[in-house]
């Protein structure tokens, strides 16, 4: 059975720094894209960014230049680094592990078949 488990959220007032964390078990993440999104209540889940299995990605505008997504297939894990943070940055933060490599469908929610439970980042201002 495949897990997610994402770690690292919290409450951080606007400008500050956050990392996030997600562990992979039931499956070798090395072979497929991985990606974060994030969710508000009451709007649609939003691609944050997404990483194929060489390191290729591919961010959202919203947060270009702001966050970085990297992975370490060695210890299955997928990272988010987010700096600069604003208060529309407020989400449920989820990882998400696709069925193939996502070429081209980094942002896609399509392209991913298991979903982490969440971890809940708050900005205040």
């Known amino acids: 059975q495949v897990q997610l488990a994402e770690s690292g959220g919290g409450s951080v007032q606007a400008g500050g720094s956050l990392n996030l964390s997600c562990s992979v078990s039931?499956?070798?993440?090395?072979?497929?894209?991985m990606a974060w999104f994030r969710r508000v209540p009451g709007k649609e889940r939003e691609a944050v960014a997404g990483?194929?299995?060489?390191?290729?990605?591919n961010t959202a505008e919203s947060v270009k230049g702001r966050f970085t997504i990297s992975r370490d297939n060695a210890k299955n894990t997928l990272y988010l680094r987010m700096s600069s943070l604003k208060p529309e940055d407020t989400a449920t933060y989820y990882c998400?592990?696709?069925?193939?490599?996502?070429?081209?469908?980094?942002?896609?929610?399509?392209?991913?078949?298991?979903w982490g439970q969440g971890t809940q980042v708050t900005v205040s201002s």
């Open positions: 998400a592990l696709g069925a193939n490599r996502g070429h081209g469908r980094l942002l896609k929610s399509e392209t991913y078949v298991h």
């Open positions: 990483i194929d299995p060489i390191g290729g990605r």
């Open positions: 039931g499956a070798v993440a090395s072979n497929y894209a």
